[in-house]
């Protein structure tokens, strides 16, 4: 999938039939059930044909005039129109039992909000109860079936139409601008699930990743108090802090506890505790964020942050900087 992804060490295998959370077991169960079906289907239709084929080949012998002909049969025209129909009836009443079960599903009172703002592209991540803002990569706490703590994800759109959908947690949700979609995970085992932006959003649709990290409870715990924290005011990179604060970067971009509040661009106060940058296309690495800042384009060709046109030394004051916001 992604450069980024393979960098970073994650196994881009977001198969729904690897799922992870209760949404995506009930997905793949009725998937389960389609196939069968289907398979059914398939095996009746194919061996029919099969015995048709070979039965009635043309053999040595054969005098070369048709066979007699059957024009209508109430039975099989009724058997070939009743048949699909209930199954058809059954596709779709399973499907809405299933789609009702997801979406009606109840908040329990440990249940964690989230809102996900898909921009062009890139995702912005909030926390409203937490005070927390990141970008591209969702980190959630694992889920006991004794004490559930499923996530629930508003979703709103800054742009345009985009899609949200990490096949191991949950079903695809579409991102409509003025319009708040809901969705939920309950993830059941730690670790890092892979999600894509799903629905074409312009040049970078692709660079769209997004990333689900699900920790223990108490990995999450310090991962919330460390993004509580605003960033650490670091002395000896004040001439880098001063910079970022003159060129324009605090137009776009937040540092909390400091004047940058621009909220055009993915908040910073805790940049380099995120894998990637621009949502996946690189790993975060020091080389890495020097050619971003330099120039987005170079790594992500139309990204909407523009080039700023530094001279190396201010570049370099500035990635010290930005290195230390941890
Ligand atoms: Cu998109």
């Known amino acids: 999938m992604s450069l980024g992804l393979a960098v970073v060490g ?4 977001p198969s729904m039939f690897a799922p992870a959370s209760t949404p995506a077991f009930a997905i793949r169960e009725l998937s389960f059930l389609v196939l069968a079906i289907v398979t059914g289907i398939f095996v009746v239709v194919a061996g029919l044909t099969v015995y048709a084929i070979i039965r009635y080949r043309r053999r040595p012998g054969d005098d070369g005039r048709e066979p007699p002909q059957v024009y209508g049969s109430t039975q099989i025209e009724l058997a070939w129109t009743v048949v699909p129909f209930l199954i058809v009836i059954v596709l ?9 079960a997801i979406e009606r599903h109840p ?3 440990d249940a964690l909000e989230v809102t996900v703002v898909g921009n ?13 803002v990141t970008a591209n990569e969702l980190h959630v706490p694992v889920s006991d079936a004794a004490r559930p703590t499923p996530t629930f994800i508003t979703l709103e759109s800054a742009d345009v139409i985009h899609s949200f959908w990490i096949p191991q947690l949950a079903g695809k949700m579409d991102v409509i601008p003025g319009q708040r979609n809901r969705t939920w995970v309950e993830p059941r085992t730690p670790g890092t699930y892979v999600g894509q932006c799903a629905e074409f959003c312009g040049v970078q649709h692709a660079g769209m990743l997004l ?10 715990a310090r991962w919330v108090a460390a993004q509580q924290a605003v960033a650490a005011d670091v002395p000896a990179v004040r001439a880098g802090r001063d910079m970022f604060t003159s060129v324009a970067c605090i137009s776009c971009h937040t540092v909390r506890g400091t004047p940058a509040n621009g909220v055009f661009g993915p908040d910073l106060t805790h940049l380099m505790s995120r894998a990637t940058l621009g949502a996946g296309v690189a790993a975060n690495t020091p080389e890495n964020l020097r050619a971003w800042v330099n120039d987005p384009a170079a790594l992500k060709p ?7 046109k530094l001279s190396n030394d201010q570049l370099d004051t ?9």
């Open 302 to 308: 139309g990204a909407l942050m523009p080039a700023m």
């Open 120 to 132: 062009q592209w890139w995702w912005e991540i909030r926390y409203p109860g937490l005070g927390i």
């Open 10 to 13: 994650i196994a881009p295998t």
């Open 92 to 100: 779709f009443l399973t499907t809405a039992r299933y789609i009702f």
């Open 211 to 220: 990333t689900v990290t699900v920790h223990s409870p108490d990995d999450f």
């Open 107 to 109: 908040a329990p009172p």
């Open 318 to 326: 500035l990635v010290a900087y930005l290195a230390t916001l941890r």
